[in-house]
């Protein structure tokens, strides 16, 4: 069974304008989350994360939030640039790591 | 960076041969990852290890095996590739950045299965 789930394959967002990923999990026992970046022809890059014990974290343009209750984590990016366009991974953690299929982000100049 | 090597990057090989990928990291982690990506699928474990000659199985093992004989080094054989191992593969090491952990992979390799 699925355990974490991206329902949305693709994502089109106009640049300036905010892009929002999100994630649905399964297990309320994952106590770590991350967001993964990916651009073509590379591997997957680390993001940024949130705890479980924290409904938010920002980094810049980017910003995690957490909905423990609803098992959903989002993704803000804020402004979104062409730079952005890239394939977004979920990621979360307990005894072992679990990966959500991924959403494709264009952001169009 | 994690000083992480994957080679080939590009593989093209028959049905029914054996195909090794190898991964190779610089800085002593003691947990790898294999890896394959697909599309609607995402990242799903293939197997990993968690120390020389300790391995075990992810998520979607059939018709892979691996061996790590030392730390550096972890290899991914197909033992008789078949259309279906067609995929991108990643490996990957486990970085403890507190309280949690977290993956750095490498670059990938495209492998086709003709």
């Known amino acids: 069974d699925q355990q974490v789930k991206q329902n949305s394959p693709s994502l089109s967002v106009q640049e300036g304008r905010i892009s929002i990923l999100n994630c649905d999990y399964t297990?309320?026992?994952?106590?770590?989350f991350l967001w993964y970046k990916k651009y073509p022809a590379e591997g997957p890059t680390f993001l940024i994360s949130i705890s479980s014990i924290k409904d938010k974290n920002e980094d810049g343009r980017f910003t995690v939030f957490l909905n423990k209750s609803a098992k959903h984590l989002s993704l803000h990016i804020v402004p979104s640039q062409p730079g952005d366009s890239a394939v977004y991974f979920c990621?979360?953690?307990?005894?072992?790591?679990?990966f959500g299929t991924g959403t494709s982000l264009t952001v169009i100049p | 960076d994690a000083g992480i090597t994957q080679s080939p990057r590009h593989k093209v090989t028959e049905t029914g041969t054996p195909v090794t990928l190898r991964c190779h990291q610089t800085e002593n982690h003691r947990y790898m990852y294999w890896y394959r990506q697909d599309p609607g699928h995402g990242l799903r474990l293939i197997h990993y290890s968690y120390g020389v000659k300790d391995t075990d199985k992810g998520e979607v093992s059939d018709g892979y095996s691996v061996s790590r004989s030392k730390t550096e080094d972890f290899l991914l054989t197909l033992e008789s590739a078949t259309s279906s191992q067609t995929s991108v593969y990643f490996c990957a090491i486990s970085v403890w950045w507190g309280p949690s952990y977290g993956y750095t992979f490498g670059s990938g390799t495209r492998l086709t299965v003709v």
């Open positions: 297990n309320s026992m994952f106590d770590y």
């Open positions: 990621a979360v953690t307990g005894n072992q790591f679990y």
